[in-house]
C-alpha cells in the first residue's frame, strides 16, 4: 500500500520555467517534510511543516501544507539548474497504525527534476 | 562534525555471500535506521532502533538482521546475499522531537551494492 502518492515521477524543464510537485495521501500527517537528494548522497532535510494550511518560503520554493494535513505541494520559480536532482516528500503519520514506531516516516517515490540550460 | 558516516560506500557480491553494513553518528541521536532505496520505489524502511537496545522491522526486513551496538553505531548485515538485494542503502538518525516538528531525519551518503 502506498501511503504517500508523489507526481510527477520525472519532470524535465527549461531554466526559469515554474513548477510543482505533489504529495497526496488519504491519512494524516502530524507534519510533512520535504528532502533533496543529489546523485550519490543521501537525501538532505529542506523543510518541514507542521500546520494544516502553512506556507513556507526558501527563496524560490515554495512548501504548502494541506488544510487536512493530508497532502503537500512544492513550487519552485524560475528553476535554475542547480534545482536538478530527487525531490522527496516524507510524511510523520499523526496515528501510529504503520507496522512502526511513532515518529517513523513514510517516503514518497519521489520527483526526479531536471532543468535544462 | 561529519553528521552520519557509511562504510563501505561500494560492494560487489556475488549471490549467497554475506556482508555487515556501517554506519555511526556523532550527532547523540537517539533513533537511527536502515532504509534501501530503488529505482522508482523510494525509500523503504528495513530496520530501526528507536534507542539504544531495541531494535525493530520496518516494511522490508526479510534478509537482513541489524545490531545496535552503542549510541552511535547501527549496523546492517547481509547473511546471504541475493540478487533482490542489489540496492542503495542509507542509514539515518534522529532525535525524535514530540509534536509538532516530528522526525528529522540526517541521512549518510549510502553505500551502493550490487550482488551477482
Known amino acids: 500500500t502506498q501511503l504517500l502518492e508523489q507526481s510527477p515521477q520525472f519532470l524535465s524543464i527549461q531554466e526559469g520555467e515554474n513548477l510543482t510537485v505533489y504529495c497526496n495521501s488519504s491519512s494524516v500527517f502530524s507534519s510533512l517534510q520535504w528532502y533533496r537528494q543529489e546523485p550519490g548522497e543521501g537525501p538532505v532535510l529542506l523543510v518541514t511543516v507542521v500546520t494544516g494550511g502553512e506556507v513556507k518560503k526558501l527563496k524560490r520554493l515554495t512548501f504548502q501544507f494541506g488544510d487536512a494535513r493530508k497532502d503537500s505541494s512544492l513550487h519552485i520559480t524560475a528553476a535554475q539548474p542547480g534545482d536538478t536532482g530527487l525531490y522527496l516528500c516524507a510524511g510523520c503519520l499523526a496515528f501510529m497504525n504503520y507496522g512502526g514506531s511513532q515518529g517513523n516516516l513514510i517516503f514518497g517515490k519521489g520527483t526526479k527534476l531536471s532543468v535544462k540550460p | 562534525n561529519a553528521g552520519v558516516t557509511q562504510t563501505p560506500k561500494f560492494q560487489v557480491l556475488k549471490t549467497g555471500q554475506s556482508m555487515t553494513l556501517q554506519c555511526a553518528q556523532d550527532?547523540?541521536?537517539?533513533?537511527m535506521y536502515w532504509y534501501r532505496q530503488d529505482p522508482g520505489m523510494g525509500l523503504r524502511l528495513i530496520y530501526y532502533?528507536?534507542?539504544?537496545?531495541?531494535?525493530d522491522k520496518g516494511e522490508v526486513p526479510n534478509g537482513y538482521n541489524v545490531s545496535r551496538l552503542n549510541k552511535r553505531e547501527f549496523s546492517l548485515r547481509l547473511e546471504s546475499a541475493a540478487p533482490s538485494q542489489t540496492s542503495v542503502y542509507f542509514c539515518a538518525s534522529s532525535e525524535w522531537v514530540w509534536r509538532p516538528m516530528g522526525n528529522i531525519q540526517y541521512f549518510g551518503a549510502g553505500t551502493r551494492l550490487s550482488v551477482l
Open positions: 532502533s528507536a534507542s539504544e537496545g531495541t531494535t
Open positions: 550527532m547523540n541521536h537517539n533513533s
